[in-house]
């Protein structure tokens, strides 16, 4: 089992960035795919980002590709989401996500992560 903790969450106006970090203990964390989704009032849990226990492979919603960046520190046991050009639309309370697997693949569904965090709001002002 893996326990996951997030920080980084907080408010920014428009425009402005933003940076999340996860880490992981209790497992060997190369060992895990890792994803982050988000929740707003009223709405599901969507995905936003996720990478390959290797960190090789990442993979984007589209409303968040060329603004956000996944990347992950396997020696730090640490997972990161680089916010940029943040939009009101991008508030919402960011979670970890991770995943064991022998795989390089991605996972994008939110039904194949196994282990989450507590999640960390993110407030996006107009």
């Known amino acids: 089992q893996v326990q996951l903790v997030e920080s980084g969450g907080g408010l920014v106006q428009a425009g402005g960035s933003l940076g999340l970090s996860c880490a992981a203990s209790?497992?060997?964390?190369?060992?895990?795919?890792m994803g982050w989704f988000r929740q707003a009032p009223g709405k599901e849990r969507e995905f936003v980002a996720g990478v390959s226990r290797t960190g090789g492979n990442t993979d984007y919603a589209n409303s968040v590709k060329g603004r956000f960046t996944i990347s992950r520190d396997n020696a730090m046991n640490t997972v990161y989401l680089q916010m940029n050009s943040l939009k009101p639309e991008d508030t919402a309370v960011y979670y970890c996500?991770?995943?064991?697997?022998w795989g390089f693949g991605v996972r994008i569904a939110l039904t194949e992560y196994n282990y989450w965090g507590q999640g960390t709001q993110v407030t996006v002002s107009s």
């Open positions: 209790g497992r060997t964390f190369s060992n895990y795919a």
């Open positions: 996500a991770a995943d064991r697997t």
